[in-house]
C-alpha cells in the first residue's frame, strides 16, 4: 500500500514562493500519476497540478498555470509542487494524491490515495 506524506506549507507573503513536497512509501509509487488540489475553508477541493510516472506529461488548472510546477524524483519517490508569485487566494490546504488512471486527472474522484493536507497561508 502506497502512503503519501506532505511537506513544505506555511506562512508567507503575496509574491513568494514555496515548494511542497510529497514523499511516497511502497515499491509501487512511481508508477502512479501524481496529483495535486487544494481546499479553501468552505470551499470544495479543487485541481491544482498533475504529472505522469516519468514527469513529462503534466496538467495545470488555468488558475496557476504559469506560477506553479509540478515535477517528481523517482529515485526519491517524491513528488513537488514549486509554487512562485503566490496571491492570497492561493490559501489552502494541499494535498497530494496518487492515481493509477490516466485520464481525468483533474477529478478527485479518479484518485486513489490521499495524503494528509499541509497548509499553505498566502498572505497580502
Known amino acids: 500500500q502506497v502512503q503519501l506524506v506532505e511537506s513544505g506549507g506555511g506562512l508567507v507573503q503575496a509574491g513568494d514562493s514555496l515548494r511542497l513536497s510529497c514523499a511516497a512509501s511502497g515499491r509501487t509509487a512511481s508508477s502512479y500519476v501524481m496529483g495535486w488540489f487544494r481546499q479553501a475553508p468552505g470551499k470544495e477541493r479543487e485541481f491544482v497540478a498533475a504529472?505522469?510516472?516519468?514527469?513529462?506529461?503534466?496538467a495545470y488548472a488555468d488558475y496557476v498555470k504559469g506560477r506553479f510546477t509540478v515535477s517528481r524524483d523517482n529515485a526519491k519517490n517524491t513528488a513537488y509542487l514549486q509554487m512562485n508569485s503566490l496571491k492570497p487566494e492561493d490559501t489552502a490546504v494541499y494535498y497530494c494524491?496518487?492515481?493509477?488512471?490516466?485520464?481525468?486527472?483533474?477529478?478527485?474522484?479518479?484518485?486513489?490515495?490521499w495524503g494528509q493536507g499541509t497548509q499553505v497561508t498566502v498572505s497580502s
Open positions: 504529472c505522469n510516472w516519468s514527469g513529462a506529461r503534466t
Open positions: 494524491a496518487a492515481t493509477g488512471r490516466y485520464s481525468g486527472w483533474s477529478s478527485p474522484h479518479a484518485y486513489e490515495l
